[in-house]
């Protein structure tokens, strides 16, 4: 079936460190999301990427779409303490769902 | 104001019990979905439907059963079957996956299920 992985699956940095997070898919993906969860919280929708190659920012986040649609990333510059928690990915296949990625923890020390 | 109401945020079961959780989305979507997330995982589908009176298994259903016979609505049931439920149950709505203008999926703050 359908899976993806997600690296790392931890990382901690220093506040002002940037970071980043990978997504792989075993299969072509339709779209991906991106989902942010504080610690005890629940997933909160960041951004979704549709097109092959597609870039997209929010402030200091970038995501990207892979050219064959089978992988994504997602770049945070210069960390902040607001930015821990646990990012995960949620790709279709054009299926009637989302596979969501292991997910990355981050923990940002001041 | 819109959104997705779990209730209760925490529940326990005692062995041998059936136990359901209630999730209601006043957001007008169509499709709905039950994860189970267990401690430092990722989320795992359990079931899933696109409209109402229809569903589908997710990857773990076993254990688990939910209806549909509300827009509204989509209570997840955890049956004695289930021999270790002790997880993080999140609902979420969105509308239905694969279409070309597809919406992020909308969660519930979530209730946490333990074993007596």
């Known amino acids: 079936g359908q899976q993806v992985m997600q690296i790392p699956q931890y990382q901690h940095v220093q506040e002002g460190e940037d970071f980043t997070t990978y997504c792989n898919s075993s299969?072509?993906?339709?779209?991906i999301q991106w989902y942010k969860q504080r610690p005890g919280g629940h997933p909160v929708f960041l951004i979704q990427?549709?097109?092959?190659?597609e870039v997209k920012k929010q402030k200091r986040l970038t995501f990207q779409f892979g050219e064959a649609k089978k992988n994504s990333s997602l770049h945070i510059t210069a960390t902040q303490t607001t930015d821990v928690g646990t990012y995960f990915c949620a790709g279709t296949s054009g299926t009637y769902k989302y596979i969501f990625g292991t997910g990355t923890r981050l923990k940002v020390l001041a | 104001d819109g959104g997705i109401t779990q209730s209760p945020k925490y529940l326990f079961r005692k062995e041998g019990q059936n136990v359901t959780l209630s999730c209601e989305q006043n957001?007008?979507?169509?499709?709905m979905y039950w994860y189970r997330q267990d401690p430092g995982q990722g989320l795992r589908l359990i079931y899933y439907?696109?409209?109402?009176?229809?569903?589908q298994k997710g990857d773990i259903a076993e254990g688990y059963s939910v209806s549909r016979e509300k827009k509204e609505s989509f209570p997840l049931t955890v049956t004695s079957a289930q021999k270790n439920p002790t997880a993080f149950y999140l609902c979420?709505?969105?509308?239905?996956?694969?279409?070309?203008?597809?919406?992020?999926?909308?969660f519930g703050d979530g209730t946490r299920l333990s074993i007596l």
């Open positions: 439907s696109q409209i109402v009176n229809d569903f």
């Open positions: 990427l549709v097109k092959s190659g």
């Open positions: 979420a709505s969105s509308t239905p996956a694969g279409q070309r203008n597809n919406q992020p999926q909308h």
């Open positions: 957001l007008n979507h169509d499709a």
């Open positions: 299969t072509t993906l339709s779209n």
